[in-house]
C-alpha cells in the first residue's frame, strides 16, 4: 500500500503535512506499531526518565516527521501532556501537518529578546487531547547558531515544567548540524531509518555524531518495512549495522509476528 510512501528528496510533507494514521485510524495495525515504538522508548527511562525526546534521520526524506508526530500523538492518547516541536528551521513541516499558520514559532521564542516567555503566545492546540504544538515560526539566516543558542536550552528547561512530553522533529544529522548542537541536552534520540534507502554507511556516521555530540541515542525506528505480502510498517531496535534487531525481519514481519495483508 502507498500510505506514507514517497520518494527521496520530495517535498510532499512540506507542502502537505505528514499523514496521522494514530488519528485517521487509530485502530490499524500501523497505529500499534507506533504505540510499540512509545512503549518501547518508555522501557528506555527505567535507569533515567525521558521527558524530552528528540526524532533524526541521516538524510532527508526518510519519515521522521511523519514518525515524530504520531508517536507524539500516541503519547498524548495515553493521558501524556504532550508538546510537539518542530525543530527543523530550514523544512518545517508542522503547521502543515496540523494546518495552522507560521507566523510565530520556535523561531520567536528564539529571536525574542524578552527575559519572559510567555507560552500561550506560542503555544497552540492541535485539535487532539493533550497535545499541544509549537510550530518552527519563520526560517530564519542562521537555524544552527538559534538551535544551539542557550535561549534554546533555557526554553527546553521552561516546557519540560509544563509537559509531561516534549517530543522535538529535529533535522537530518548528516544534512546539517543543527540537531549536534542540541542533542546533548535532551534525554534521548532516536534515529529514523528507512529501508532499502538509507545507506549503511548514513547510518554508522549519524549514529557517531550523534555519540560525539554525547547525546543519548536510544535506538531506532526503521519504517517503510515491506513483507513479501505487501505489508508496510514500522520497527524499532536497539542495533546499528545490517541485520538491524527487530525491524528488519522482512519474512516473518515486525517483531517477529506475522503481519496482515494490508497492514
Known amino acids: ?53 528528540a526524532f533524526t534521520s541521516a538524510n532527508i526524506s526518510e519519515g521522521k516527521s511523519t514518525v515524530t508526530a504520531n508517536v507524539a500523538i500516541t503519547y498524548a492518547q495515553a493521558g501524556r501532556k504532550t508538546l510537539l516541536i518542530d525543530g527543523d528551521l530550514r523544512r518545517p513541516t508542522l503547521h502543515s501537518t496540523f494546518n495552522v499558520k507560521n507566523n510565530t514559532g ?7 529578546e524578552a527575559d519572559e516567555i510567555n507560552l500561550n503566545d506560542v503555544v497552540e492546540e492541535s485539535g487532539i487531547e493533550n497535545l499541544s504544538i509549537l510550530t518552527s515560526g519563520p526560517i530564519p539566516p542562521n537555524p544552527a547558531e538559534l538551535i544551539g543558542s542557550r535561549r534554546m536550552e533555557t526554553f527546553i528547561e521552561l516546557v519540560k515544567s509544563h509537559y509531561d512530553m516534549v ?39 549519524a549514529v557517531q555524531m550523534l555519540k560525539f555530540a554525547k547525546a543519548r541515542v536510544l535506538g531506532y525506528v526503521m519504517n517503510d518495512i515491506r513483507a513479501e505480502n505487501g505489508g508496510y510498517g514500522y520497527g524499532y531496535g536497539y542495533g546499528y549495522g545490517y541485520g538491524y534487531g527487530y525491524g528488519a525481519e522482512k519474512k516473518k514481519g515486525l517483531f517477529g509476528r506475522k503481519k496482515s495483508d494490508g497492514q
Not at 36 to 43: G, W
Not at 106 to 112: K, P
Open 106 to 112: 520556535l523561531t520567536t521564542v528564539l529571536t525574542s
Open 167 to 205: 517530543i522535538i522533529d529535529l533535522p537530518p544529522v548528516l544534512e546539517v548540524s543543527d540537531t549536534q548542537e542540541l542533542a546533548s541536552h535532551l534525554d534521548g534520540v532516536v534515529l529514523v531509518v528507512r529501508q532499502s534507502v538509507t545507506q549503511k554507511a548514513g547510518i554508522t556516521r
Open 1 to 53: 500500500m502507498a500510505l506514507f510512501r514517497k520518494k527521496r528528496g520530495t517535498d510532499d510533507t512540506i507542502k502537505n503535512g505528514a499523514q496521522l494514521i494514530t488519528v485517521a485510524d487509530p485502530r490499524s495495525a500501523i497505529s500499534e506499531q507506533f504505540r510499540t515504538i512509545r512503549t518501547n522508548i518508555n522501557f528506555m527511562s527505567v535507569d533515567k526518565e525521558i521527558h524530552t525526546l
